[in-house]
């Protein structure tokens, strides 16, 4: 579904990621975990196109084509979702109005009928219930006075209404209360299907208690330094980071 | 001492007939009023209030002087729809009342509107003192000629105590004629003790043309009543308009504005508020979106001359194209106006390099326990949330749209009445591009 192959992005004039290669198959779940600062971030934002996030070498792939080529809303159409870190807040749009206006705009460019504002709040109550948003932050302008985990919570509400091929959750979990936590991951969860594959990137191995990944990945200094099954985010809880320096050799040298 | 040239634009009208009214102060008025405009011509950029619109271009233009055939010019009904705000109770077409356009619902008792024409034809004397007014500031060009010309436009009374709940709209077309011609409306609305009224007040363009319109609208608001003002300015893309308009509010008065302004090449707004009783209210709420070679001048004058009193100007310009928008934004708050509550904030957008927005807020105070708060910003979209609507697949032209509605819309969330907000809404999306 995904292939990325020794990926190099610059932001601001300083290289992020330097040779980062991952391989997602459909229906995997795959958590990245890295020290602050290491390019995390910076992968989200270079799979979902944002500006000013420059790759000067490598290749990614999504279902074949060139995701690199696309318009950040080319992928969106195509499949590829980004839960943002730090959500935006934009006042002045209604988030009922920006979540049709966005989910019919993915239709349309997929060729597909859309739906009209009946059909639609239809659409929204019943993955409500799935995904435990309070309605009332649906009549307010997009993340506007959300409290942090609101945010967070409007993220997954996206993502299970947009139902995207390919998710990328950056650090959902922080911030958030235990019982949001466990709701985000049932979301989450509740998604999960042998056609749809997650990325997931966290600082917290309790995560991967509730969202069982099939791969972990340490991202470090712009690349995959290490990569194992869920022990690896146990180990990683354990001993720290500096474990990895010491004990694993690139995945690059590796593979 | 030599006299300086005459610029084509004087010399049109300089000669041109006055209207004939039979009226001795009156037309006194005029000739006083003319001859003031021919004697100083246009302001240039050397006048403060004119530094940032420079009228050397429409100097060199010649507007004939009114319409003979404003009568009978077809005007579209459609054009004149505004869906859930009712029918237009008075239509002027290039200055002139249109009877056959107009349709006022019964108006409740103790509401008095009517053409000025027909006003100064049976019972000017009330007038009087609003009409034979001499206007003597170096940047009254527009307000000179509109005193010697304008033969017609709105003369509005509500009865003390009277509140209509229905919206009354006052509709202003400039109408393609023959040639470029100069048209004028004065309007005068007073409100009684503890009356309330809601305006609706559009300009709009019918047909191709380049037209200079004046306005002068006189605004007066007794103790305790409430006017809710809302102004649509879609005025022809080729043309000039110029308004001014003068509120003054007495004790615990209050007054809403609300103006969109979208039309005319060039369009200018003079807006002074004199609040002179005790807890006298003054909101504004507006924006300007000038596009592509559009100039939009708004320039607002709050004088706070007695206790207690409060003004909220909150105000918005997003200038795309070659678009350029002026804003001056000057509080005064007397000696003795203790208690004073100012607050005024324009932001603005420019979509684009080459477009352009001058804005200056200016605060004068001369009392004692004053609150004021005054704010202007120039900024660019927020590259973050552009990014963030394109992720979930709103393609880009189409995200600049709502973002850029979503700023410009602010001023218009307290617009109480749900259809003209919705109206302002499709304008708003309609204007910007995507
Ligand atoms: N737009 C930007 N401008 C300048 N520097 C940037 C920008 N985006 C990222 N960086 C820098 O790139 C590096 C990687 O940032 P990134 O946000 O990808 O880290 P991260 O792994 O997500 O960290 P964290 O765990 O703290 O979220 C950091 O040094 C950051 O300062
Ligand atoms: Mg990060």
């Known amino acids: 579904m995904l292939t990325i192959d020794n990926l190099h992005a610059r932001v601001a004039g300083k290289d992020i990621l330097k040779g980062l290669s991952l391989e997602v198959r459909p229906g995997e779940v795959h958590a990245i975990m890295g020290p602050n600062g290491a390019g995390k971030s910076t992968l989200g934002n270079v799979l979902s196109g944002r500006e000013g996030y420059e790759v000067t070498e490598g290749s990614v792939l999504f279902e074949g084509r060139n995701l690199l080529e696309l318009e950040p809303e080319e992928r969106a159409a195509a499949g590829v979702f980004l839960a943002f870190q730090y959500p935006v807040e934009i006042p002045g749009v209604n988030n009922t109005y920006f979540l049709r206006a966005a989910f019919n705009a993915q239709r349309k460019a997929r060729g597909e009928a859309e739906l009209d504002s009946m059909q639609f709040l239809k659409l929204v109550r019943e993955k409500l219930k799935v995904m435990q948003l309070s309605p009332e932050l649906l009549n307010r302008a997009v993340n506007e006075g959300f409290s942090g985990g609101e945010k967070k919570r409007n993220e997954i509400f996206q993502m299970a209404l947009l139902e995207p091929k390919l998710a990328i959750l950056d650090e959902t979990d922080s911030g958030l209360d235990i019982d949001a936590l466990k709701q985000v991951a049932e979301g989450v969860n509740a998604l999960r299907s042998p056609e749809r594959s997650f990325i997931v990137v966290t600082h917290y191995q309790r995560l991967l208690d509730y969202i069982v990944p099939d791969f972990v990945h340490v991202l470090a200094g712009g690349r995959i330094v290490e990569s194992g099954d869920r022990s690896l985010a146990l180990k990683l809880e354990e001993h720290g980071y500096a474990w990895v320096a010491e004990h694993g050799e690139p995945a690059g040298a590796s593979a | 001492m030599s006299q300086p040239a005459r610029t084509p634009f004087v010399a049109a009208l300089a000669g041109a007939p006055l209207p004939a009214s039979g009226i001795a102060w009156l037309d006194e008025a005029r000739r006083g009023n003319l001859e003031a405009f021919v004697a100083a011509g246009l302001p240039d950029t050397r006048v403060e209030a004119w530094k940032y619109t420079a009228l050397r271009a429409l100097a060199q233009r010649g507007f004939a002087a009114g319409d003979a055939q404003a009568a009978s010019r077809p005007i579209d009904p459609a054009l004149l729809a505004l869906p859930g705000a009712g029918a237009p109770a008075l239509v002027f077409v290039n200055g002139v009342f249109r009877q056959d356009l107009s349709l006022p619902d019964a108006l409740p008792a103790g509401v008095s509107l009517q053409p000025l024409s027909g006003v100064l034809e049976r019972d000017p004397e009330p007038l009087r003192f609003a009409l034979a007014r001499y206007y003597r500031e170096a940047g009254d060009a527009f307000a000179r000629l509109n005193a010697a010309f304008a033969g017609d436009g709105v003369v509005l009374r509500v009865e003390a105590g009277v509140r209509v709940a229905a919206p009354l709209r006052l509709v202003f077309v400039g109408a393609g004629a023959e040639g470029d011609l100069a048209w004028h409306v004065r309007n005068l609305v007073e409100l009684g003790e503890d009356a309330e009224l809601t305006l609706v007040e559009q300009h709009l363009g019918a047909g191709e043309q380049g037209h200079l319109g004046t306005q002068l609208g006189d605004f007066a608001l007794h103790a305790g009543a409430k006017l809710h003002h809302a102004v649509l300015q879609q005025a022809g893309t080729g043309s000039s ?192 591009p995507g």
């Open chain 2, 241 to 432: 308009l110029f308004r001014r308009s003068h509120y003054r509010l007495d004790a615990r008065a209050q007054a809403h504005l609300h103006a969109l302004e979208l039309g005319g090449a060039l369009a200018r707004h003079d807006l002074c508020a004199e609040l002179v009783g005790d807890g006298a209210a003054f909101h504004t709420h507006g924006a300007f979106l000038p596009n592509g070679r559009q100039h939009m001048d708004t320039q607002l004058a709050i004088h706070h001359r007695a206790h207690d009193t409060v003004s909220s100007s909150t105000w918005r310009g997003v200038a795309g194209g070659r678009g350029r928008g002026v804003f001056r934004g000057a509080i005064v708050v007397a000696a003795g106006a203790d208690g004073s509550d100012a607050t005024l904030a324009n932001k603005n957008l420019l979509l684009s390099p080459q477009a352009e927005i001058d804005t200056k807020p200016e605060l004068e105070i001369y009392a004692d326990e004053v609150k004021a708060a005054h704010g202007a910003t120039v900024g660019q979209l927020d590259e973050r949330a552009l990014f963030y609507l394109r992720s979930r697949g709103i393609p880009g032209a189409q995200a600049h749209a709502l973002l850029t509605a979503a700023f410009a819309r602010v001023p218009f969330e307290s617009l109480s009445h749900e259809a003209l907000r919705n109206h302002v809404e499709q304008l708003l999306l309609a204007q910007l």
